[in-house]
């Protein structure tokens, strides 16, 4: 697990949002968090933990204790924490439950705590995988293979808790390496073993428990007993099972006589049954012969029954021709009386006609004289409104005029007093011109003495400074002076020592002649002799100087002129300015661009006098342009109205020859319609009252016609009713009835003879059947008698029972004989059975010894592997506690109870200033934090090295690092770097300053009063 990304807010002494991107730090880096005591360095591994496992790193502080009291009560406390495992990365979210002010209204309320566990899924995406407290932590320890309290103590080196690892028991030791290394397959596999051996033992236990078991089940006690019982019964058995057939053969043919005689008795009582009906039958045959009788008087009557319908056909004929003919008399009547009634209707509608139409023919003509004057009235109210039209247009067209003109003279007014306004304007400014001229003269002015001023001081400035060059080369040269006055000197006396070399005692000397040389000169020390070149050189030198002297002599005095020069121009200048002198250039540029606005003012002013004037006259030409057409449109609306009253006049006198009702199109043609209609109405109600007149006189003949048609008809069929009842009574005395009573009796219903006739033919049947079922058993039983079936009963119950006896005592020892032999065959088996299971128990009982460490080296599987494992660790951890502790102290696993014994994983150190071991516990505090940390990076470098193990690629250590001097510290830290590229990312967190000068790339944690705040250091 490493993270990628920590955000928090409101955590701790945190107020706000905190963020920090550990990505920015590097691949697998070495980093610092350093701050002051207090300032919140521990809370961030707390927020880490606490956003994996919701609990923090030290586990004395809640997570529900983390809000920070300094945040702003709206902000809500959660941690955010993205990190990468594997090749898949991870963001979890976890917010505690806490108050927070309510989103509405006053007062507070609970927020329920959250967590969200995402997967990263490229580009943006995530896959929600849980939003439960318990399913994500165990999502969590899932993924990262580690308890909190692992994580504790393989991740992080909580501060103060880092010798915990190192103190732990064995048993707490090997609960985290099994876990690390995932070697609980090893302990599994000791489980199996001897889960496995031990249910083969508990299987061979019961093995004697069986064989008794069995032999109880017979009775018996000892297992040489069941073949002595087997061997003493089998002749018993034999003799048995012979006797038990014998009797089966001899019932069975007892059962077979009883059943034949059983059968023939049967048949003899059937003879005697089937004689008794058959008497029985025969007693019907008077009432059989009775119903043959009806059936044949029956078919006689039905043969003259068409002579009866040809009657009875014709009577009704008779009957319905007397009704048709009432009925149509009765028609005529009616008919007769419409006639009567229409000839009247018919004689009214033709007087109406004549009456009526003359005077609506006249209507008609007096209307129609009136259409032509409508008309023409029409045309004249059109005119009339056109006229009045065109008057009031024209008098709207003289109005618009009428308007502009005014309009325009307001104009010309509003023009004129602005002009006024503007002369005055300019007249107040008429100055400003000459005002403006005379202050840019001044500015200029003001300008050239400003730079005077500076002038003045940058030659001051030069003028001090040649001033000291001045004064330094008035030193040089002196110096240079003394320097060429101590050559001349010094070759002087080089000169007397020289002379005095050649002086010889007795001799004269070349500048005195004494002959006597008690002092002569000495050259002096071993200073070597200037040479006459060496004087000449000091001495041009000496000329040099004073020329650079010269130099800065006459700069000193050009600058002096300058300055005066400046001073006076200064006056002439302030001279000409006068009080204008005092104001800053600042103040004569304001007043400047202030007249400068005045005299734009001043030309804007008389530009817009200009165009004021320009329009003036304009709207003069306009209103001189606009009386021509005024004079014009007067005359047009006089015109017009002239028109008007012309049309009016001419609509007067034609209405006067018109009545006011007729005076409209539409009510002259209502007026015509209606005479019209009125006349059509006459004339149709006449032409229907003749048709109907017509119609009556059609249906009298009509009908007169069909009356005589039936009484026609009706005397024919009178004589065809008379032949046939002649025929009918033939008929009755050829057949025999005596009246038409005796022949109806005669007659039966269709179903009756059907009925009739079935009963007489199933009788005959039956006679036929019953007849020859008697004549067989009477063939069958000629020479037969009947059985003696009581005999037969007895002998067949006492074969019966002489089996059944015999059946009895065989089962008996037929059942103890099958019972001890399968007692033999279960001794087999479980003899066998026990066999296998011993040779098993050599395989998997020794095993499970060994790899349970209670036999061999007594040392379980698991805590063997953990041990080798430990080794491994340990190596590695003393390797780096060596070089921090200058070669004192190594790792070692605890001996007490001899090599890998049985506790196995046990620490001690060896000290190297004594050769001995003692406990761990007795390390000092600096030590025991050096151990730790060996011990922690030891761990982390082999866990990763197994494959199929946890990777341990992060570790954050808390503190200790104070406890250390300043060598040890330097060591721990070059231990560290040396670590930091084995791909893994070590996070150090101390208060100590020092650490920043070595590890250069930091968090730090900052802090004030309003909370603390991070910063990265990349
Ligand atoms: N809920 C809280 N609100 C504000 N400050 C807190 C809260 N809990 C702890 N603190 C303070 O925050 C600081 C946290 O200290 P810690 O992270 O252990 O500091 P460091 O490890 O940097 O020495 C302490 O001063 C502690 O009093
Ligand atoms: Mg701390």
Redesign the pocket.
Known sequence: MKPRQLSLQAF??FAGKESVDFTLLGESPLFLIN??????????L?ALCFALYGQTTGND?SGT??????AAARDLTWVELTFTLGQQNYRIYRLPEQDRPKQKGDGWTTQASRVELYRLIGEGDEKLLGTKAGEVTSQIQELLGLTVDQFRQVMVLP?GKFRELLLASSRDREAIFSQLFQTRIYKQLENKLKAKADSIQREMQDHQQRIRGILESCNLHMEEEVEQELQALKPQHQELHDQKDAARKKHLQAAKELDQAQQLEVQFQNQTRLKAEYEQHLQQQAMIADKEKQLSQNTLARKIQPQRDEWQRLEKQQHRLQEQLHACQQQLEQVKQQKQQSHEHRQQAEAAEKNQLPALQKEQHRLQGFQEKVERLAAYQQAATEALQADQQAAVALEKLQKQEQQTREQQADLEKQLTDLDQQQEALAQVPLQLQHLDVQRQNRQQLDKLYQNQEQLTQEQQKARQQEQQAKEFWQYRQQQAQEAEYHWHLGQAAELARQLHPGQPCPVCGSQEHPAPAQPEGNLSLVSKEQVESARQEMDQARELLQGWQAECQRLEIQLQENQRAQQEFQEALQERAQQSLDELQAEFNHLQQQEKQRQDAQNKHQELKQLQRKGQQALDDLQTPLQAAQQASQQAHDQYLKEQTHLQQLEQELPAQWRTRQALQQALDSLYQQQEVLQQAREKAQLQDQESDRQMARLTQQENDLQEQQSKTTTELKTADEHWQQALQTTGFINLANWQAALLEESQVEIFTQQVNHWKEQKHQLQGKLDHLENLLADQKPPDLDTLKQQEAAAEQQLQEIQTAFQTVDQRWNQLQDTAKRLKKAHEDNQALEERYRVYGTLSEVASGASGSKVSLQRFVLGVLLDDVLALASRRLDHMSRGRYALVRSQETGGRGASGLDLQVHDAYSGKRRDVATLSGGESFMAALSLALGLSEVVQAYAGGIRLDTLFI??GFGSLDTETLDLAIATLMELQTGGRMIGV?S?VSELKEQLTQRID?LTDMR??RLQLQP
């Not at 701050?35 to 961030?44: Q, R």
């Not at 204790?65 to 300094?70: E, G, L, V, Y």
């Open positions: 701790g002494p701050g002051p005591t207090g300032a919140g360095k521990s809370t961030l707390d502080r204790q983390m809000r920070c009291d300094r501060q808390d503190e967190i208060h944690v909370g603390s």
